[in-house]
Every structure is written in structure tokens, then in C-alpha cells.
């Protein structure tokens, strides 16, 4: 798993190792990493290596990726490079790629991050996780890829339920209108979708 360190990156790794998966965190600096499970190996890795994939490919069945802090080139960038790789190693594993809820769209049909009132400070990363899935929808061919968007807004930390709703390009909303989830529920829905595919080469959306 690249980004295995992170906020949401941490708990897919918390609750990939709670159902008996498993783990290998790739990480930037994996010195820094003994909050994550006992039993999860730890590697300097990268999204955007060619090495990082092919060292990892060969004993993943998914590739989770879960990257953020960068420039906005980054998430294009990490989406190119495991869809390049992966295309020449035989039996791939599949791509579980968490991205942005601002690339989800509003009941008119445009992305959020093209509303007038979505925030400056948050628009270059939103705008890199839209490149990123524009790109496994037009030039993914040939590999296994799910694209991931948590809420746009209420998305944070705290308790499991175990229990979600899921969409593909609006958010899922609850009787007043609201769409929430907790990492820790998303986890469980990336972990779902590895475990019994729903959504092969497509975006879903997960919240209560």
C-alpha cells in the first residue's frame, strides 16, 4: 500500500490487518511508521517509481494508493506510472486508488471543485485527483483500476459502524441532505471492494 502512513492510509491498513490480509506498507520514511499494526512490513516506496510497483506487484492482489502533500502533478503522475508498470507484469494486481470527493458532481452535473464558492487553498490537489481519474477512464486499458471519493465535506476520523452506502459520480446523501463518512468506514468499504469487487474500472463513493 503506497501512502500506508497517512490519516486514511493508516486505518485501510489498520482494518486490512484486523480481517487477516496481508500488509505491506510502502512509505517514505518507514522509521516513522511504529503506529501502524503489528505484523505489517514496512518498505521505502513510491507511487511514482517504476521500481516501487515492480518490487511490489508480484505479491499484492491490490495496489491501494493512498498519496497525498503533493504537487498537483503528483496524483497523475502515481496513477501513470501503475498503470504503465503494471501493464507489463503478467497477473497485475488491481489498482484501489483513494481519491478526491471534490472531483464527485453537483445535481447539475458539474465537479464540485468547479463551483465558484470551492476553496483556492484546496483546488491544485483537487484538480491533481481529477487528472488522475481522468486518466484511468481514458488510458487505463489493459489494467484492473477503482477509483475511491470519500465525501467531499464530512469526511474525518472516528468509530467503525462497518455499515455505508455507495454511488458512482454524486455523493450519497442522507434524508437531510447530508453526506458523511468516517475513515475508519471508508477503510472498510475499500477493503469490501477488494475482497468482493463491485466497482472494476469505475469510480465509486461511499457515506451513511
Given at each position: 500500500?503506497?501512502?500506508a502512513g497517512?490519516?486514511?492510509?493508516?486505518?485501510v491498513?489498520?482494518?486490512?490487518v484486523?480481517?487477516?490480509?496481508?500488509?505491506?506498507?510502502?512509505?517514505r520514511?518507514?522509521e516513522?511508521?511504529?503506529?501502524?499494526?503489528?505484523?505489517?512490513?514496512t518498505?521505502?516506496?513510491?507511487?511514482?517509481?517504476?521500481r516501487?510497483v515492480?518490487?511490489?506487484?508480484?505479491?499484492?492482489?491490490a495496489?491501494?494508493?493512498?498519496?497525498?502533500?503533493?504537487?498537483r502533478e503528483?496524483?497523475r503522475?502515481?496513477?501513470?506510472?501503475?498503470?504503465t508498470?503494471?501493464?507489463?507484469?503478467?497477473?497485475?494486481?488491481?489498482?484501489?486508488?483513494?481519491?478526491?470527493?471534490?472531483?464527485?458532481?453537483?445535481?447539475?452535473?458539474?465537479?464540485?471543485?468547479?463551483?465558484?464558492?470551492?476553496?483556492?487553498?484546496?483546488?491544485e490537489s483537487?484538480?491533481?485527483?481529477?487528472?488522475?481519474?481522468?486518466?484511468y477512464r481514458?488510458?487505463a486499458?489493459?489494467?484492473?483500476?477503482?477509483?475511491?471519493?470519500?465525501?467531499?465535506?464530512?469526511f474525518?476520523?472516528?468509530?467503525?459502524?462497518?455499515?455505508?452506502?455507495?454511488g458512482?459520480?454524486?455523493?450519497?446523501?442522507d434524508?437531510?441532505?447530508?453526506s458523511v463518512?468516517?475513515y475508519?468506514?471508508l477503510?472498510?468499504?475499500?477493503?469490501?471492494?477488494?475482497?468482493?469487487p463491485?466497482?472494476?474500472?469505475?469510480r465509486?463513493?461511499?457515506a451513511?
Amino acid at each position: 500500500m503506497f501512502g500506508a502512513g497517512g490519516t486514511a492510509g493508516s486505518r485501510v491498513v489498520s482494518e486490512a490487518v484486523d480481517r487477516g490480509h496481508r500488509v505491506i506498507a510502502a512509505v517514505r520514511r518507514p522509521e516513522a511508521t511504529s503506529y501502524l499494526p503489528a505484523g505489517v512490513r514496512t518498505v521505502t516506496g513510491d507511487a511514482t517509481s517504476e521500481r516501487s510497483v515492480r518490487e511490489l506487484a508480484p505479491d499484492a492482489d491490490a495496489l491501494v494508493v493512498a498519496i497525498g502533500g503533493g504537487e498537483r502533478e503528483l496524483w497523475r503522475n502515481a496513477a501513470e506510472n501503475l498503470v504503465t508498470t503494471l501493464r507489463g507484469i503478467p497477473a497485475a494486481p488491481r489498482i484501489i486508488h483513494l481519491g478526491g470527493g471534490s472531483t464527485l458532481l453537483t445535481p447539475g452535473g458539474t465537479r464540485i471543485l468547479d463551483e465558484p464558492d470551492f476553496p483556492a487553498e484546496y483546488r491544485e490537489s483537487a484538480l491533481g485527483q481529477a487528472d488522475a481519474l481522468d486518466y484511468y477512464r481514458t488510458a487505463a486499458d489493459g489494467v484492473s483500476w477503482t477509483y475511491v471519493s470519500p465525501p467531499p465535506l464530512e469526511f474525518h476520523p472516528g468509530a467503525r459502524t462497518g455499515h455505508y452506502r455507495t454511488g458512482t459520480d454524486q455523493p450519497v446523501t442522507d434524508a437531510q441532505g447530508r453526506s458523511v463518512l468516517t475513515y475508519e468506514d471508508l477503510a472498510v468499504a475499500i477493503i469490501d471492494e477488494i475482497e468482493q469487487p463491485r466497482h472494476p474500472n469505475a469510480r465509486f463513493t461511499a457515506a451513511y
